[in-house]
């Protein structure tokens, strides 16, 4: 039997894809057909563990239209989730790729504010979940209105469920969670948030696994996993670092890379695999999402493969 996963997003998105031949200002720019995903941390999350084979519920506050689309944009995938009701409306990002120079312009909306006793709410129903919860993924932004201690809270409500709580976020609400004796279990930042986190520029390898060894030492989490985009990632615990080597791949779009390395990650460990093989997954299937169409994996791809090609030092 598999362990249960939760993942908890607050700030859930519904993304909005399209293509344009070139982005130039002043002009109507013509869209391609546009494509919606369901998104933000914790759903990607789940959804990528759906297309695992496993199962995950997601927690995410929705609201208005938007929310409605996204509850069932997830029914249609068969992703289990709770949706707790708000007043305000979910929000859209739209990620539009400029044909003529293949870059993606990701542009990115704030989300409806949670009031206070919204965010009670999305609590309260994290705190009645019933045991056993094996993992709760604490993922994405967080909207307007939240208090910037939101994921430290989580944190705590994970471990009175038992649960090994893994947290991606960024700028002041990753400050909140990363401090000393946190309960975190694993902390997932890429370069540019460990230098915010750490305070300082960090420009070889060797920097960057002395500042996430900073993490293990002071107990901000029990492991770091520091990922490194097309460079792969770098798992560091208290007595291992280990560090992957992503495949090379052709890169088809970069949104939710790191959700899909979460994802593989905590699909094996809930499986029972070791934390050294569970990030290898990860590290794989991260690639296949950067390599398929769409935020998760395409329907197409070998992930033997990928995991394969994924070298371990
Ligand atoms: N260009 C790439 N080629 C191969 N693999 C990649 C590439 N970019 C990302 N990956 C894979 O995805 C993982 C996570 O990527 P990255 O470090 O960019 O996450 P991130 O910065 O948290 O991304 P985001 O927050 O935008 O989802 C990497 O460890 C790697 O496995
Ligand atoms: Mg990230």
Request: charged share 25%.
């Amino acid at each position: 039997m598999s362990g249960r996963i939760v993942t908890l997003t607050p700030n859930p998105v519904m993304d909005i894809r399209t293509r344009v031949s070139q982005v130039v200002s002043d002009r109507k720019l013509r869209c391609s057909e546009p494509v919606r995903q369901p998104g933000g941390g914790g759903l990607n999350v789940a959804r990528t563990i759906n297309w695992l084979g496993g199962r995950a519920c997601a927690l995410f506050p929705a609201g208005g239209g938007t929310g409605e689309d996204l509850r069932h944009c997830l029914d249609t995938e068969g992703v289990a989730y709770e949706a707790i009701p708000i007043a305000g409306e979910t929000r859209e990002n739209m990620i539009v790729l400029e044909e003529k120079s293949g870059h993606e312009y990701r542009f990115a909306m704030p989300g409806p504010v949670l009031s206070q006793e919204e965010c009670g709410a999305l609590l309260d129903r994290l705190r009645s979940l019933d045991p056993p919860v094996d993992f709760l993924v604490a993922s994405g932004s967080l909207p307007p209105g939240a208090p910037e201690d939101f994921f430290a809270e989580v944190v705590r409500v994970g471990n009175q469920l038992g649960a090994r709580v893994i947290v991606d976020t960024h700028e002041r609400p990753l400050s909140h969670v990363a401090v000393p004796d946190s309960g975190v279990f694993l902390l997932k930042p890429n370069r540019g948030e460990l230098e915010r986190l750490t305070d300082r520029t960090l420009s070889s390898e060797e920097e960057e696994e002395a500042a996430a060894r900073e993490l293990i030492a002071d107990q901000q989490a029990r492991a770091v996993v520091l990922s490194r985009g097309a460079k792969g990632a770098m798992l560091l615990t208290a007595d291992q670092t280990i560090r992957y080597r992503s495949p090379p791949v052709g890169v088809i779009t970069r949104v939710g890379a790191g959700d899909n390395l979460i994802a593989g990650l905590v699909h094996k460990l809930s499986q029972g695999a070791s934390l050294a093989e569970a990030v290898h997954f990860g590290v794989a299937v991260g690639a296949a999402a950067v390599a398929s169409i769409g935020t998760g994996i395409g329907g197409w791809v070998d992930l033997e493969e990928f995991l394969q090609q994924t070298e371990v030092a």
